[in-house]
């Protein structure tokens, strides 16, 4: 495996952080991750030891205000602005890729990210895949933790992946800024539309067990998306993290199957 690290300019000139973990052989398909709220692009190893063993490229950003990325932390005032940010990473790996199918994966507020970015897009990729970012719940992901609540909790069942959750510098532990529940207020009201909008072949996953409602959020989604190839994959008992699970290899699995159906479509 090889694995690089660099930086863009992302809109309004602050500096996004990226990395790229390659296999060895020829790359058989294309990963672009979206991480979540809060944490980072370094957080996937799992992800990354899995796909990349079998011929996948996974690429990567930090998003602005988050991990090793510039902009106040988790600042942000219109969710358009780490579509930005995607796009121009898209351009980056689909220039070193040519050809090769490419898929979005979102994970949580990197999911609604992803729908965002999908509802304007959505031609140039092949496949859509969502993790723990269902709609229609109580707080939707993104918004930040809800009041009371110790996000580090709704990771994993796994201790230790918790624990390193807490310890992580590169996470944000404080509670979100004014300024991002306000763009949080605004996507949501777009959220529906931009859901119906999505024609792409899409694969919804997430845990039953999430205190974030994962489940039944995803069911809503599910039911919201007009493509007519998509896929809903719950896993009872896992919780928000379901990559970071320790039946995450059942997920890596049915996502590996999904991938390898639809990369030559």
């Not at 994993?156 to 207020?185: C, F, I, T, W």
Request: proline share 6%.
């Amino acid at each position: 495996m090889k694995h690089r690290e660099g930086t863009f300019s992302g809109l309004g000139d602050i500096s996004i952080y990226c990395q790229s973990w390659l296999p060895d052989g020829d790359v058989r398909a294309v990963l672009l991750l979206v991480h979540g709220y809060a944490e980072h692009s370094g957080r996937y190893g799992n992800l990354v030891e899995y796909f990349v063993s079998r011929g996948f490229a996974i690429h990567a950003l930090d998003h602005r205000g988050h991990g090793k990325s510039g902009g106040e932390r988790v600042h942000v005032d219109d969710f358009s602005e780490y579509v930005a940010d995607v796009k121009t990473l898209f351009d980056r790996v689909r220039a070193e890729h040519e050809g090769l199918p490419i898929f979005l994966l979102g994970h949580s507020m990197g999911a609604f990210i992803a729908i965002a970015y999908v509802a304007r897009y959505q031609h140039e990729l092949t496949g859509l895949v969502l993790s723990g970012g269902g709609a229609g719940t109580n707080r939707p992901a993104g918004s930040g933790p809800p009041p009371q609540i110790d996000l580090a909790a709704t990771v994993s069942k796994d201790p230790a992946v918790v624990e390193a959750y807490r310890n992580d510098p590169l996470n944000y532990h404080g509670q979100p800024p004014e300024s991002r529940r306000n763009a949080m207020a605004a996507l949501r009201e777009q959220l529906p539309d931009m859901v119906r909008s999505i024609t792409l072949p899409a694969i919804i996953m997430a845990g039953s067990a999430s205190p974030l409602g994962d489940g039944p959020g995803s069911e809503t989604l599910f039911g919201l998306v007009s493509s007519q190839d998509k896929t809903l994959k719950l896993y009872e008992g896992l919780m928000h993290e379901i990559f970071n699970e320790p039946e995450r290899d059942q997920v890596f699995a049915d996502l590996h199957d999904w991938l390898l159906a639809h990369k030559e479509a």
